[in-house]
């Protein structure tokens, strides 16, 4: 079993809609989650970091964290073309050490 | 502040050969890692760096090593190169290397080896 798992999609959704993303982890030790965003050809930039139980809004963006089913989520609201990208979803173990899943790959349509 | 640099940001070599990729992190982050990024494997965590001791490292060989200077500054060196080192290198640093600290990614060294 994978550490840290993602649909690697793609995920296609109509501009301004909702895009949902999930992630599910297997270390319960986990403390730390976070959500980047990586354009082919660029490195990761934070999108959203979670530390506790619920959900954390920030713009159009919601992350929700369960740490009972260890699961990791991220609404996109009103979804924009500049949103398509790959949404890497990543738990850190130990030391600094992210894990990160394989990512998903958003396309917004026009 | 300067965002993370990497240097070189492409680099081609051949089978055998070694390669040597630096890191500078943004100022008064002491915390320094490095991951690779392959189509296949994904992002992965080699190794981190905090105040020139590596207190971390991910499942990779031991051709691939790293060191820090005590201006944080990180190198990490790859020796005796195979195809399947081809990958996207990234860095990344955080102020103190605390697990909730969010880290920040230098542009990466894109390798290609032939």
């Known amino acids: 079993q994978k550490e840290v798992e993602q649909n690697s999609g793609p995920l296609s959704v109509p501009e301004g809609a909702i895009a949902s993303l999930n992630c599910t982890y297997s270390d319960r030790g986990s403390q730390s989650f976070f959500w980047y965003r990586q354009y082919s050809g660029k490195s990761p930039e934070l999108i959203m970091s979670i530390y506790s139980n619920g959900d954390k809004e920030d713009g159009r963006f919601t992350a929700q964290l369960n740490k009972a089913s260890q699961y990791v989520s991220l609404l996109i609201r009103d979804s924009q073309p500049s949103d398509s990208a790959t949404y890497l979803c990543?738990?850190?173990?130990?030391?600094?050490?992210?894990?990160f899943g394989t990512g998903t790959r958003l396309l917004v349509s026009p | 502040k300067a965002g993370v640099t990497q240097t070189p940001r492409y680099l081609i070599k051949t089978r055998g050969q070694q390669v040597t990729l630096s890191c500078s992190p943004i100022s008064g982050h002491r915390s320094v890692s490095w991951y690779q990024q392959t189509p296949g494997q994904g992002l992965q965590f080699l190794f981190e760096y905090f105040s020139e001791t590596q207190r971390n490292k991910g499942n990779f060989p031991g051709r691939f090593s790293g060191r820090q200077f005590s201006n944080s500054r990180s190198e990490m060196n790859v020796s005796t190169l195979e195809l399947g080192d081809s990958a996207l290198y990234l860095c990344?640093?955080?102020?103190?290397?605390?697990?909730?600290?969010?880290?920040?990614f230098g542009p990466g060294t894109r390798l290609l080896v032939l």
């Open positions: 990344a640093s955080t102020p103190l290397g605390l697990g909730e600290e969010t880290q920040y």
């Open positions: 990543a738990v850190t173990t130990g030391f600094q050490k992210l894990v």
